[in-house]
């Protein structure tokens, strides 16, 4: 994320669950993407628990609105 991108979204890590929420996406979908670089990193903050960075899931979200924008601009 760029650092003009970063003062526009909160900072602050988000649970598994409310990843899900966000994202519409199971665990296990967001696991292969993010093994394949097309989903943001989770970040262990416990010995069995993960978050990931609410700026960095909202930054993803948007890129893939303005894609979704651009394929039906091109149609």
Same mark, same amino acid.
């Given at each position: 994320?760029?650092?003009?991108?970063?003062?526009?979204f909160?900072? /602050?890590?988000?649970?598994e669950?409310e990843?899900?929420?966000?994202t519409?996406?199971?665990?296990?979908? /967001?696991w292969?993407m *993010?093994?394949?670089?097309n989903?943001?990193s989770?970040? /262990?903050?416990?010995? /069995?628990k993960?978050m990931w960075?609410?700026? *960095?899931?909202?930054?993803w979200m948007?890129s893939?609105?303005?894609?979704?924008?651009?394929?039906?601009?091109?149609e």
């Amino acid at each position: 994320m760029s650092k003009q991108n970063a003062a526009y979204f909160p900072d /602050r890590l988000i649970s598994e669950k409310e990843c899900a929420q966000m994202t519409g996406l199971c665990r296990t979908t /967001r696991w292969e993407m *993010e093994k394949q670089n097309n989903f943001p990193s989770k970040r /262990r903050v416990g010995e /069995r628990k993960v978050m990931w960075l609410l700026s *960095e899931v909202l930054c993803w979200m948007n890129s893939l609105e303005k894609f979704s924008n651009e394929e039906t601009i091109n149609e």
